[in-house]
């Protein structure tokens, strides 16, 4: 028989086991929430570095820091103590007003003698977030004598910037995980001239191994051989540039022939003022244009901007040598080759030859077709900026009638046309075009040129 005694006993034990259970998944989510992994609370062992080791610890509920460093008794251990304390208030300031309920953060690092002079420190940061772990390295390079950090961002020269510059770029259009980024005009500002992209790098043998963050979703590995660039670099990494440097440079473009492209191009050049203004937007946004040059402007400082035409990726061609109309001329042989005998041989020492034409006001004679050794180029869209010399009609010219694989006629030796194109290159680029070269497009969408014929557009 059972009582109400038995039953208040059964009552009081179903309570008591409730409580316990309750106590014990209280315990554990307490438990877990301060758990820490034993391999973050281990400390490394730096005997090999013949150093003791310090710290700057914080611990509490909320959050935990130990940013471990060597002590050293000289300027070198100053810098390091200096650097690794600026760290540690950074994570502190970080990760104050953090929702988190649980934050762990351990810094380790990493010494490293280059060479006599030379030393690189790595922090190797571990974040524990709500048990969820990430990490992340930063790197720096201290002149062991005098125990100066290194401004990484101006060791480079601007022929290094320009190289890793477009190489960053180029890798970055062909990474599909990135190409929808790389391609607009934020991207292509943020990468322009940018020193501070290529600041926390170490070395990994003769290879400079990058790591580029906040500038697409995911962080961005670029790796540069040393040996090809050693000279552009003010510091020595042991490592000598074992590459000569090319007599011209030619940069290694990419174009996405599934994307959308238009070529610019000027006519009547090279203009020592305008022209340069021009190819320092194209830089600034990976594009490139094709002036076709005249060939009686080729003065000294005209060579000087046509080989900056080259080395920034553009294309050179001729637009005759000294701008008669040929349809009416029986002895072409001057017009067709002089200009390219000049850029060939004087401006870039027999490293550069013109591929394509365009004849002065586009006229073009039966005679003219079987002599010429190029493919005429004319356009499929006239901006009439040499007759209106006004940049908004310009503009609106262009950006209005703009479509893939128009060839756009401009002319750089006018002002106007100058101020009209600076602005029309990032707004072909933000419209999601490419901007690249009649050789480039032509190519891309699979056109094959032939001496003599005309094209004025990449059908």
Same mark, same amino acid.
């Given at each position: 028989m059972i009582t109400k005694k038995t039953i208040k006993k059964k009552k009081v034990a179903i309570i008591v086991i409730m409580f316990a259970i309750l106590c014990g998944i209280s315990a554990s989510i307490l438990l877990a929430m301060n758990y820490v992994p034993e391999y973050l609370l281990e400390v490394k062992d730096h005997k090999e570095e013949n150093v003791k080791l310090d710290a700057f610890k914080k611990v509490s509920n909320h959050l935990s820091i130990m940013v471990y460093y060597p002590k050293i008794d000289n300027e070198l251990g100053n810098t390091i103590k200096e650097v690794s304390e600026k760290l540690y208030n950074q994570v502190l300031e970080d990760e104050a007003d953090s929702e988190a309920k649980k934050i762990l953060v351990r810094v380790d690092y990493t010494l490293l003698p280059i060479t006599e002079e030379l030393i690189n420190y790595r922090f190797e940061i571990t974040k524990l977030v709500d048990g969820i772990e990430s990490t992340e390295t930063e790197s720096l390079w201290i002149n062991k004598n005098d125990g100066n950090l290194i401004d990484t961002s101006l060791i480079y020269d601007d022929i290094a910037l320009r190289l890793m510059t477009q190489s960053l770029r180029t890798q970055c259009k062909q990474d599909v995980d990135l190409q929808d980024v790389a391609y607009t005009?934020?991207?292509?500002?943020?990468?322009?001239? =940018? $020193?501070?992209?290529?600041? !926390?790098?170490?070395?990994? $043998? !003769?290879? *400079?191994? #990058?790591? &580029?963050?906040? *500038? +697409?979703?995911?962080?961005?590995?670029?790796? *540069?051989? *040393?040996?090809? &660039? +050693?000279?552009?670099? !003010?510091? #020595?990494? $042991?490592?000598?540039?074992?590459?000569?440097?090319?007599?011209? #440079?030619?940069? =290694?473009? #990419?174009?996405?022939p599934n994307r959308p492209m238009v070529a610019l191009t000027f006519d009547d050049g090279p203009h020592i003022t305008n022209t340069p203004q021009i190819l320092e937007v194209l830089r600034r946004y990976d594009s490139a244009a094709t002036f076709f040059v005249v060939g009686n402007r080729i003065t000294t400082k005209g060579s000087a901007v046509i080989l900056d035409e080259i080395e920034s990726g553009s294309q050179v061609a001729s637009h005759s040598y000294s701008h008669p109309n040929m349809a009416k001329m029986k002895n072409l042989d001057e017009q067709f080759y002089l200009t390219s005998q000049k850029v060939y041989e004087d401006v870039s020492q027999w490293c550069y030859q013109v591929t394509a034409f365009r004849p002065p006001y586009g006229a073009i004679s039966k005679r003219m077709r079987e002599a010429s050794p190029y493919p005429f180029i004319m356009w499929s869209i006239d901006t009439l900026d040499w007759k209106t010399r006004d940049v908004q009609s310009t503009i609106n010219e262009t950006m209005n009638n703009a479509k893939d694989g128009d060839i756009i006629l401009l002319h750089d030796i006018h002002a106007e046309s100058k101020d009209a194109a600076i602005q029309i290159i990032p707004m072909l680029i933000e419209k999601g075009f490419q901007v690249v070269t009649v050789n480039e497009m032509m190519s891309a969408k699979g056109i094959q040129m032939e001496n003599g014929k005309s094209y004025s557009r990449a059908r």
């Open positions: 005009k934020e991207f292509l500002e943020k990468t322009d001239k =940018n $020193g501070q992209l290529f600041t !926390n790098f170490i070395l990994d $043998g !003769n290879t *400079l191994v #990058y790591k &580029i963050e906040n *500038l +697409a979703p995911k962080v961005i590995e670029f790796r *540069l051989d *040393l040996t090809t &660039i +050693a000279s552009h670099i !003010n510091i #020595y990494f $042991g490592v000598d540039q074992s590459i000569p440097d090319p007599v011209v #440079y030619i940069p =290694n473009r #990419y174009v996405d």
